[in-house]
């Protein structure tokens, strides 16, 4: 992959550091949508180092572009009413009056009743007001259900949240982001899909990826390289983070003739769209980075630019890195080849696209770069992971 190096590790930085304390997730509107018995199928787009999907919402439709976050409680978007701090974004802000079909959900409502931070204005019949801590930071504003049409699917009414404030500086041009973790808010569970999946195509190909819901959520078999692996149960807080993220048992990592065998403190890994690159607790961190080392055999040179750790001169590490294999619970597989962690940092160098960070707390994430031309299949209902080598350009 060409010179993404400085733009993606900058940026990952960003959801590394935040807090994930996430808020469970909303109940269904009473009028949510069925994805259709086909299935679904999304168009995914690379875009400043994250995966994003366009869809519409409103009568008339009002375009939106959403950061794909599996870990994300809502579908949330930017506002122009009563917005207060808003980041910039490349489209107009949705617009409640401008649409005829935009329902603010009152406090009343259901819907509103199960959100566990909430406000409610006057004697609580006023509109809904919520606040949620997103993989990207926190988001205030309030509950509405309008027509959203995205992808293959026959526009319906969905619930999201309307941002008006949000601790965010920046979305990197998009509107907000479209949550598909384990919440009733999701958009998987709004379309009533038991299981979803995605394949990300390498960003320097230009080539579209793809979202798949309900039936269309499907692998092409089990071939070389597939494998399935249980998510992990937390004993975390119903409404924190963790509960609503994939997580996974991460039992080892095979870098050429090394294999780092992941502390018991520190083996869960949260799969995740919302961070580019992934990042490793400490110690497991520092055995992968001698591996890799030893592997190529050559002496590391200075990074060329900010916050990589490990860089080697290009000819010497395209010739000795190794893929790595990551082995889960149950005995799945899934390898990470060279080409999606060294990446060209410029000066003849290329660079470990792989951090280690004091602030994870025990928990890992695979990012969505170390996941391109993977096929991931979420199984909702048997709450297992399964994977896939594939060319994700040819799915989409």
């Known amino acids: 992959m060409a010179s993404l190096v400085s733009t993606l590790l900058l940026m990952c930085l960003i959801p590394l550091t935040r807090a994930h304390e996430l808020r469970r997730g909303l109940e269904l509107a009473d009028d949510a949508t069925t994805a259709r018995p086909g299935g679904v199928t999304v168009p995914v787009h690379f875009s400043q180092a994250f995966y994003v999907v366009n869809l519409t919402i409103g009568t008339p439709p009002q375009p939106v572009s959403a950061i794909i976050d599996i870990g994300g409680e809502l579908v949330w978007t930017q506002c122009a009413q009563h917005c207060r701090r808003c980041f910039k974004q490349d489209l107009p802000l949705f617009d409640t009056n401008a649409s005829s079909t935009f329902r603010p959900e009152p406090c009343g409502a259901a819907v509103c009743e ?21 993989s990207f930071g926190r988001t205030v504003g309030r509950i509405g259900t309008d027509a959203v049409a995205i992808g293959t699917a026959a526009t319906a009414r969905l619930a999201f ?59 092409a078999g089990a071939g070389k390289g597939a494998g399935t692996t ?18 996974l048992r991460l039992e080892a990592i095979r870098a050429g003739n090394a294999t780092i065998a992941m502390p018991q403190s520190g083996n869960t890994i949260m799969v995740s769209t919302a961070t580019p690159v992934t990042a490793l607790v400490d110690s497991v961190y520092r055995d992968l980075r001698k591996a890799v080392a030893d ?20 000819a010497s590490a395209s010739g000795g890195a190794p893929d790595l294999v990551l082995a889960f619970q149950g005995g799945a597989e899934m390898t990470v080849p060279v080409s999606s962690y060294l990446f060209d940092a410029g000066n003849d160098t290329a660079c470990v696209a792989i951090l280690g960070s004091p602030a994870l707390g025990g928990v890992s994430i695979l990012g969505s770069l170390q996941q391109v031309n993977i096929h991931l299949l979420f199984d909702l ?10 060319d994700c350009s040819a799915l989409s």
């Open 381 to 390: 209902d048997k709450e297992t992971l399964s994977f896939e080598p594939a």
């Open 230 to 247: 249980p998510f992990v149960k937390t004993s975390t807080p119903p409404h924190s983070g963790l509960s609503r993220s994939y997580l």
């Open 161 to 219: 949240g309307c941002a008006v404030a949000s601790e965010m500086d920046t979305m990197w041009g998009s509107s907000g982001s479209v949550g598909l973790g384990r919440t009733n808010l999701s958009l998987a569970a709004q379309m009533n899909a038991t299981a979803f999946s995605y394949c990300l195509a390498p960003p320097d190909t230009g080539k579209s990826s793809a979202l798949f819901l309900g039936a269309s959520a499907k692998l």
């Open 295 to 314: 592997a190529v055999g050559a002496a590391p040179v200075p990074p060329p630019v900010q916050n990589y750790d490990l860089c080697f001169p290009k």
């Open 114 to 134: 199960s959100i566990p931070t909430r406000s409610c204005a006057g004697d609580g019949g006023g509109a809904c007001g919520y606040e949620a801590s997103t």
